[in-house]
């Protein structure tokens, strides 16, 4: 069943068509790439998904509920949420810090900390916490600084801050951006653990062809501002369409 639907999505700036007829279906619990060359439209329609843009034409529904119109924090309360090409984190607090703020957050930002019923309310909420870092692997840095961190853990840790807000979706916008190979790695192998944990359906905007093809269970092509293959990832590499989008010509 699919839970992200787009459908005859257009959206231009000026004379410039970025996004042209996109059509797009993302199925529940699956990790969907989403690729193809600079300037194809993958930035503009993340940032449609997210409500920082709206199309000019067009809806794009999550579980069945339109999400044009909304603004960012309000898609969020519905259950999705982006993790940056750069790590969004509290650099001055440490690991459990950052994964306690969205433990006490409520969706729309605000904190609900009535008195009655704090007590038990900050026992769950710390061990949710422990139990974000534990499932990233980052318990034992609980105490580090989060800007002392590497690269891959600092991906960890807003993993970890994201999947404290119970998401349903996760948007991942280049995930793996500035990393080394053995952070790559280890990034690829927490989406796959925490995908069969959780069932949290992904999302994945990637120019890394080997974090793609590890991850994807299926794959949107963009050239042009427009899916020009929808497919499972063993039927993209040899199509003829991309070969033509990413070398200019089939091969």
Do not use: W
Request: charged share 25%; proline share 4%.
């Amino acid at each position: 069943m699919s839970i992200l639907e787009v459908q005859n999505v257009n959206k231009s700036f000026g004379g410039l068509k970025a996004l042209h007829n996109v059509n797009l279906s993302v199925e529940e619990g699956t990790i969907h790439a989403i690729i193809g060359p600079n300037g194809a439209g993958k930035s503009t329609l993340l940032n449609c998904f997210i409500g920082k843009l709206i199309p000019d034409t067009g809806t794009v529904t999550f579980g069945g509920k339109s999400l044009l119109g909304m603004k960012p924090h309000e898609i969020n309360q519905t259950g999705v949420s982006r993790v940056f090409q750069t790590p969004e984190i509290f650099a001055d607090l440490t690991v459990y810090e950052n994964v306690l703020i969205p433990c006490f957050a409520k969706r729309d930002g605000s904190f609900c900390l009535n008195p009655l019923k704090f007590v038990k309310r900050e026992a769950d909420i710390h061990d949710k916490a422990q139990h974000m870092l534990e499932d990233v692997n980052m318990a034992d840095k609980r105490h580090m600084t989060a800007s002392s961190l590497s690269r891959g853990d600092k991906r960890r840790l807003e993993m970890a801050m994201c999947l404290a807000q119970d998401p349903k979706l996760l948007l991942l916008d280049e995930p793996t951006a500035g990393m080394a190979r053995a952070d790559t790695n280890n990034t690829i192998e927490l989406l796959r653990e925490i995908q069969g944990k959780r069932h949290i359906t992904m999302a994945v905007i990637e120019h890394d062809m080997h974090v793609v093809f590890s991850l994807a269970e299926k794959i949107s092509v963009l050239a042009q501002g427009t899916v020009i293959v929808e497919d499972l990832p063993e039927n993209i590499k040899g199509h003829p369409k991309v070969q033509e989008a990413y070398l200019g010509g089939a091969h």
